[in-house]
């Protein structure tokens, strides 16, 4: 279960105005903000910025300078425009502003204020649905056009055990492996190692070992999850080649009811398919301008079962994470200090990311000892506008995997990174300058091995400009420029500096279609090897930096509930290495991912429906890829199909939904000359009953791959391969969860 229950109220509001129908945004039970918050809020004058444009946006932009709940169904601001905000007012005046001309109305409440048609309520139940807007300072702009931003309402709505679960209902991301341990994700069929990955603002370097997983975390932690496909600003940092994903943790601000100074919640889960048991208990609070939270997860069970009734070997759950957090909040300032941990310790699969291999006589399983630890600093202003509004954030992280059979091998990676920047607030919309910096290592050893190591160190300068010159109209324009030295086992250096562009651009073309483009050219530098390839006998001569161009472009449209959107897509590395431990560490391949998306949707008063479907071709060196030659560039997807749906309940306090998971069958890895992919198509299904003692008590039932499906992830390795034998997704299942908060 999600540790998340409301989203931030300092930094961003309580709740942005239900997105476009059908868009991202779901159903949440959101505790109303007190009396005396709502009247201060409404009463007080603030300085707003919005530019002239559709309502929807220009509401959610409201919500976010005037940190307020605001709610309605997203219905009746679809097709409308606004003529824009500028100048200082009450939340009043302003909304009579930002509404006039659209035939709404307001109501002020004391949870906050509800947009109503004709001036009265809304004909249907509103509904409190969370926007990106209440998560992204820069939600709207043209390079967000093709954002996936999952938010705290998703999280708990889908209650995740794996990052699989975090994204499910987004055909776009798939993540393959069945355990955690072995976990990858991929976005537009480009792997993770391959886009700009943060978690709390820290740069993630997490690549150890290709039979294991590279960003493991545990889904309890995240109150956020933001995906760049493709095309990515240029200050999503150093790296991004394929796009970009932000992960954030919980604040106390997200879980502490408003009005009270200390709290906390204990939550138990119990899944039936491998006993899986998993316990979580927190507490949080603050006093004065200090505030600080602690949590601790422990899962446990053994293996699972797959669709045909096979226990799985090394699926056992044996997982323990935690998170603490202090914060420092006064006057417009604020610092805040994080450390995250995960540890997995259980048996697995020899090779952890595959079932078996045929014909070896290697052992069912061996020990894998996982350790992942995140540390960040950071320091913002609060609410803050104008030529100044500064930001920094220090992090470290490392990860460690150890296998002490058979040779007792020792990976581990860790990356220190910074990054010191500024948002420019002026008429046409914001610029944001700063530098960051990396230093990266990669080591391996093991009893008769000396250590063996590789490092990158790189400084970069960035700026983006997110501009609305004209009123249907946003850009988004960015640079960087980054210089990078590695150093190889052997310790020889190389230099390699590079500059890399992105533009992207959004034309409201009516009031119901939208139409979105742009266009990358991104340095990547020397990508570290593999920890467990690392050889004392390479010898370096010169890498070239790998680079890599994308570009997307699509259109979104809405109509009352209905929405429709669409768009193709192409990312194409050059250089990018494939070191091997044979061959040599300098070699290098081309690789290429494009395809196209489809995502319909329906929203009413108290539900929604979204279909999406993603169709996805990777080759290398111009031939169709296969999982094993385009490891830690991308996968073989196909395509895609993922449906979600959820109905909140106006006179009960019970929410019903279920997503379903579907692949079609995909004959490319034939041409690479294995076999094709099969096709499976996965039901999950979910209810869950709060009660309503101040909704504390929240008690949910799942029934996960309800047909009992035998299959593995389509983003799973080995499936073309008839030697291979794939890690099977767990069969049908029951989950029974209850969470106490108090």
């Known amino acids: ?93 302003g909304l009579e502003r930002l509404l006039d001309g659209t035939g709404l109305g307001y109501r002020l409440t004391d949870g906050g204020v509800v947009i109503t048609e004709g001036g009265d309520s809304a004909t249907l139940a509103p509904i409190e649905i969370e926007g990106a807007a209440a998560y992204d300072e820069n939600a709207g702009a043209a390079d967000r056009a093709g954002s996936i931003t999952i938010t705290p309402a998703e999280l708990e709505r889908r209650n995740p055990a794996t990052v699989k679960q975090v994204f499910a209902g987004e055909a776009g991301v798939s993540v393959g492996g069945a355990i955690p341990l072995s976990q990858k994700v991929y976005v537009n069929g480009v792997e993770e190692t391959q886009l700009a990955v943060s978690i709390d603002g820290a740069r993630q370097n997490n690549k150890v070992f290709h039979h294991a997983g590279t960003n493991i975390i545990d ?105 603490l957090k202090s914060g420092y909040q006064r006057d417009g300032h604020r610092i805040e200090l994080s450390a995250e941990r995960v540890l997995d310790d259980a048996n697995r699969p020899f090779r952890a990311n595959i079932g078996d291999l045929i014909g070896r006589e290697d052992p069912d399983v061996r020990r894998y000892e996982l350790e992942r630890q995140n540390f960040t600093l950071g320091y913002s202003t609060v609410d803050a506008g104008g030529l100044w509004d500064p930001e920094a954030v220090l992090g470290f992280g490392r990860t460690r995997i150890d296998v002490p059979e058979p040779f007792g091998s020792i990976g581990e990676t860790s990356s220190v990174s910074g990054n010191l920047r500024n948002r420019f607030h002026f008429g046409l919309g914001t610029l944001t300058a700063g530098v960051d910096f990396f230093a990266d290592e990669a080591s391996y050893r093991d009893p008769a091995t000396a250590e063996l190591r590789e490092e990158a160190d790189n400084v970069g300068v960035f700026a983006q400009a997110r501009l609305n010159p004209l009123a249907r109209l946003a850009v988004s324009l960015g640079a960087r420029f980054d210089r990078e030295r590695f150093t190889g086992v052997d310790g020889s250096g190389i230099d390699n500096d590079g500059v890399s562009g992105n533009i992207a651009a959004t034309i409201q073309a009516t009031d119901w279609l939208a139409l979105n483009a742009g266009y990358s050219d991104v340095f990547g530098g020397v990508r570290l090897a593999e920890n467990y390839i690392l050889n004392p006998e390479w010898e370096y001569g010169d890498i070239d930096g790998v680079r890599a161009a994308s570009y997307r472009a699509g259109f979104e449209a809405k109509a009352g509930g209905f929405s429709l959107e669409g768009g193709i897509f192409e990312s194409d590395f050059t250089d990018a290495r494939d070191e091997s431990y044979s061959e040599g560490p300098t070699l290098t391949t081309d690789f290429k991912s494009e395809g196209y998306r489809l995502a319909t949707g329906y929203q009413w008063g108290p539900g929604f429906a979204r279909l999406s479907y993603a169709d996805t071709e990777v080759t290398l060196n111009g031939l169709p890829a296969d999982s094993y030659s385009s490891q830690y560039l991308g996968t073989p997807l196909g395509r895609i199909i993922a449906l979600e749906v959820g109905h909140q309940f106006a006179t009960l306090p019970l929410t019903l939904g279920g997503t379903v998971d579907a692949a079609l069958e995909n004959t490319d890895p034939v041409d ?26 929240v008690l949910r039932v799942e029934a996960n791959n309800v047909f009992d499906e035998a299959y593995a992830d389509r983003a799973t390795y080995g499936q073309e391969f008839d030697t291979v034998r794939p890690l099977a997704e767990p069969g049908r299942s029951f989950l029974l969860m209850a969470k106490l908060t108090f």
């Open 219 to 323: 889904p309890s932690l995240l109150k956020l999850a933001r995906v760049d496909p493709g095309v990515a600003p240029a200050d999503a940092g150093p790296g991004a080649l394929g796009g970009s994903i932000a992960y954030e943790t919980v604040d106390v601000d997200d879980v502490l009811s408003e009005g009270r100074r200390a709290g906390g919640f204990a939550s138990a889960a119990f899944d039936s398919n491998s006993g899986r048991l998993g316990t979580g208990v927190a507490a949080y609070g603050r006093a004065g301008d200090f505030e600080g939270l602690g949590y601790l997860n422990r899962v446990s069970g053994d293996d699972y079962e797959d669709g045909d009734g096979s226990e799985v070997p090394g699926t056992e759950s044996d997982m323990l994470s935690y998170l």
């Open 1 to 93: 279960m999600t540790i998340s229950n409301r989203p931030a109220r300092t930094r961003a509001p309580i709740l942005a105005l239900a997105l476009a129908a059908g868009s991202a945004g779901l159903m949440a039970a959101m505790a109303p903000l007190s009396a005396v918050h709502a009247q201060a809020a409404t009463t007080e004058a603030r300085r707003f910025d919005i530019p002239a444009g559709p309502l929807t946006a220009a509401l959610n932009r409201f919500a976010v300078a005037a940190d307020l709940a605001l709610s309605g169904n997203g219905a009746l601001t679809d097709g409308k425009s606004s003529p824009g905000l500028q100048g200082r007012f009450t939340v009043g005046e």
């Open 672 to 697: 690479a000359g294995g076999q094709a992919l099969e096709a499976y198509e996965v039901l999950n299904v979910y209810a869950e009953y709060r009660a309503a003692l101040a909704q504390s008590l």
